[in-house]
């Protein structure tokens, strides 16, 4: 399923295409606010990088099996997301999720693990992972020129003023998912 302005009324950054194959509105930046509304840090690169537009924006809850999570979604338009045959894949995706709540992993065999920032990255083909602070940040490109350019580029989220690019990230947390139990 595509999405299109016969489906949704006019949304001010597009579609968000979910990947259950149903579209929502997508919620305007500003109304993104890291710590407050959601609970943790979010990075992206601000409303456009190489010649990507920011597109949209989707946020999960945690009701979904991919966690809680926020992604932004960079050339996609006029991009026609769809599955399979269908469409295209999007340019450039920036998604944050806090540490304990990854649904992949990372780190094996194929990654190469360096520091970048004064955070933890591993970068495997046009894929990059941050560890910074008690978040993941995933980038995924269509090649890796534009997963490199957006890391560097790469800033914290804040609708509350001061926001830029630091020289450094945090460095990851020591963030311990799985506490011992009372029982225990």
């Not at 560890?131 to 509350?160: D, M, W, Y």
Request: aromatic share 10%; net charge negative; with cysteine.
């Amino acid at each position: 399923m595509a999405c299109d302005d016969t489906e949704i009324p006019p949304r001010p950054y597009g579609c968000v295409h979910v990947r259950t194959g149903t579209c929502v509105p997508s919620k305007d930046v500003t109304e993104v606010d890291d710590e407050t509304e959601i609970g943790y840090p979010v990075y992206w690169v601000g409303g456009e990088i190489n010649g990507l537009e920011f597109s949209s924006l989707e946020s999960t809850d945690g009701s979904t099996p991919r966690g809680r999570s926020v992604t932004f979604d960079y050339g996609a338009e006029p991009c026609d997301v769809g599955f399979g045959d269908e469409g295209c894949s999007i340019p450039l995706t920036i998604t944050t999720m806090p540490y304990c709540e990854v649904p992949f992993r990372y780190g094996g065999e194929g990654w190469r693990k360096s520091e970048f920032r004064g955070a933890k990255r591993y970068d495997y083909s046009s894929q990059i992972i941050l560890e910074t602070g008690s978040v993941v940040v995933q980038i995924q490109a269509t090649n890796r020129a534009n997963s490199g350019l957006a890391a560097e580029a790469l800033f914290r989220l804040s609708t509350s003023g001061g926001t830029r690019l630091e020289d450094l990230l945090p460095p990851p947390e020591q963030v311990d998912c799985f506490p011992p139990s009372a029982a225990d």
